[in-house]
């Protein structure tokens, strides 16, 4: 009889045991989505919206720029030589950042990837602060100020993207910009629980 109490006994409790498994199962499920979120669905919801952000927002600016500098040109004529000069203080500005429509995004299992497009003048302009011309023969054969003007817009456009374009510091500046940017997009959100990686346009990920 003691023998078959206790086989009862430990019958009872085994079964005791799968039932409590069984109800629990579902509260131990909702319990490990809490200390574990599904970053896999994180990943879906949100580079939706950061796709739809990128699109709506075009371009980012990261720095700007604004100096000024001497510009010098002389007019020349066969045999006669130098028949004029003309002197130019003027004012160069720009935005340099990049074109968001250019940004590529992939998604994996836990991160977000962004390829990123080299830096490019967003918009730029120049302006003459003093004119000094000297003319000797014929004003008819010199360039203008604003010819002048827009060719060295032009020269100095080209000499700081290439700069930008080569440069570590600008490279970094772009990836600190951009990811601030996205971070403000999904502060409301909450805490995410996947990673963003960020690599040069035509550039693999790890």
Known sequence: MKKTGKWLLSLLSKALIIILVILL??????????????AAGEIRVQSMILEQ??????RLEVTTIDEEGILEAKTNVVILG??????????YTASIGIDLSKVVMTTDSDRIIFEL???EILNDGIE???INKNNFF???????????????KLKCREQYITEKQHSERAWEDIR???EDTICQWLENFGERHYEFEFVRQNEPAV
Do not use: C, H, W
């Open 25 to 38: 199962l579902p509260l131990a499920r909702t319990l490990i989505r809490r200390i574990m979120p599904d």
């Open 176 to 178: 600190k910009s951009f």
């Open 53 to 58: 952000k990128l699109e709506s927002s075009k």
């Open 128 to 130: 003459a602060l003093e």
């Open 82 to 91: 130098t028949v004029g000069s003309t002197t130019i203080r003027y004012r």
């Open 117 to 119: 497009p080299d830096p």
């Open 138 to 152: 014929s004003k008819a054969i010199e360039k203008s100020a604003e010819t002048l003007l827009n060719e060295q």
